[in-house]
């Protein structure tokens, strides 16, 4: 078995240990050491990490395996461990992040799409370097298997509105959830947010969280957040709302929509979001980012109950015009103006938010489909032609067959799966039909070409079409 070292000053952090690989051996063993530094590999003789997931300026992220499960579970462990030279003021700010982290988790876990808290302990080993005693603090939690969003929209291209509309209604209420709980996330964002291998969202990394301010307007945030998804206030280190995570879940849904990053699609001469020239979506639904998008807190939704009731309900544009500015006071005795609630239009539960046209194609089911035409084009024309006698029935029938596979593929009635489970069929038939009259390999050569044609003639009309949208 492999296992990480956790010291992040280690020179050679892998370490195997063969006799691991036995289960009755893995689970009684009191301890290994890394064999570079000596730091302890199983930590708190449990916890034993084998691959790092990823490091950052205030520690690292492992997958590690738990040996006092039945099955050895799955788990990640967050190390903190800050790099550079922090002020004495700086490592408490951030050693307060950390810890808050875990009390959030072990408060919220207990939602089924918010990772649970499974430990959260500090060990002490000597520094490798002086005669001295470090400190290490640690965090496990659930492991999720699957991808995030951002690594999803790198591999599968743009999101249409209807994945983007489905996306909210999944994820606002995990946020509507951690908000009624009384924090705020503070770090919404494609790489924060993911879909493990049954289709489930789930909402991670609350190393930023704050704890909503009650009944006050003076509570400071510190100046934690992702530069293009955070929010004017937020970035001011101002007071944080359930409205500052509603803002960068808007960034968010333009990302993935458009495929670019929130820099591009800011215009910071006019103070503006410059994004519906990338995209084409429903006008109720766009202007629906826009608010949440505003500068001003008091402008946006005011929570993520209102942003589910205007997906789910909003029939008109009139329904989503930003509310009256809300005059916020400190003074307990003051009234405070209530945030105007979007108007319904319609009082029907169906959402009347429909995509203008279908959904777009990723580049990979783009050329998936034009292999499929080569294939099943070449197909069915070499049956029709020794079927029929005149040329002119043969090419007119299968002009409108291929006619009716390209509509279907474009309304995705067929997709994915299907097109290889039709191109299957047809070929048993086809070879069925014709195996006294085709040779078999020619009868595969010439489709598998006539594929290769098609997606080469595919690449080449979309790279002139790029080209001329760029020139023009």
């Not at 100046?223 to 206030?233: H, K, Q, V, W």
Request: neutral net charge.
């Amino acid at each position: 078995m492999e296992i990480i070292c956790t010291r992040s000053s280690c020179h050679r952090p892998q370490n195997s240990f063969g006799d691991l690989d036995d289960n009755s051996i893995l689970k009684t063993v009191q301890q290994k050491y890394c064999t570079a530094c000596g730091m302890p590999l199983i930590l708190v003789g449990r916890y034993l990490p084998i691959k790092l997931l990823g490091r950052g300026g205030f520690g690292a992220a492992f997958l590690a395996r738990d040996r006092y499960t039945p099955k050895i579970r799955l788990c990640v462990v967050k190390q903190f461990q800050p790099a550079g030279n922090l002020t004495t003021q700086q490592l408490q700010i951030a050693q307060n992040l950390f810890e808050r982290e875990g009390e959030v988790l072990e408060q919220l876990g207990t939602h089924p799409q918010i990772p649970d808290l499974y430990a959260f302990f500090e060990i002490t080993v000597p520094n490798i370097e002086a005669s001295k005693q470090t400190k290490f603090f640690y965090l496990v939690q659930e492991f999720i298997d699957g991808h995030n969003l951002e690594e999803e929209l790198a591999q599968k291209g743009n999101f249409s509105q209807t994945e983007v509309i489905t996306l909210l209604r999944e994820i606002l209420p995990v946020l509507k959830f951690v908000h009624e709980n009384g924090s705020i996330h503070r770090d919404i964002k494609p790489s924060n947010i993911m879909r493990d291998r049954r289709g489930v969202i789930y909402l991670l990394d609350f190393g930023a969280v704050k704890k909503a301010a009650v009944g006050t307007t003076t509570s400071k945030s510190t100046g934690i957040y992702t530069m293009g998804f955070a929010p004017p206030e937020q970035m001011a280190g101002g007071q944080v709302y359930p409205s500052t995570d509603l803002y960068a879940l808007a960034v968010t849904c333009i990302q993935l929509l458009t495929g670019k990053q929130p820099t591009e699609l800011f215009d910071a001469y006019n103070n503006q979001w410059n994004w519906r020239n990338y995209v084409q979506v429903d006008a109720h639904f766009a202007e629906v980012l826009d608010r949440m998008l505003l500068a001003a807190p008091n402008q946006r939704f005011q929570s993520a109950q209102e942003v589910i009731d205007v997906i789910n309900l909003v029939t008109t544009p009139s329904s989503i015009q930003p509310p009256s500015p809300v005059v916020q006071t400190p003074k307990p005795s003051t009234p405070q103006p209530s945030v105007t609630s979007p108007t319904i239009a319609s009082t029907s539960a169906t959402s009347n938010i429909q995509s203008p046209s279908p959904a777009k194609f990723s580049i990979w089911q783009l050329l998936g489909g034009a292999a499929f035409t080569g294939f099943e084009g070449s197909l069915l024309l070499i049956a029709l032609l020794k079927w029929f006698p005149s040329p002119a029935i043969s090419f007119g029938i299968w002009g409108m067959i291929m006619g009716g596979l390209i509509f279907a593929q474009f309304r995705r009635i067929i997709e994915k799966v299907d097109l290889l489970i039709i191109a299957a069929i047809t070929m048993g038939v086809v070879w069925f039909l014709l195996r006294s009259l085709v040779a078999i390999n020619l009868l595969l050569l010439i489709p598998i070409l006539a594929a290769a044609a098609v997606v080469a003639i595919t690449v080449i009309f979309r790279l002139i079409y790029q080209l001329l949208a760029k020139i023009l």
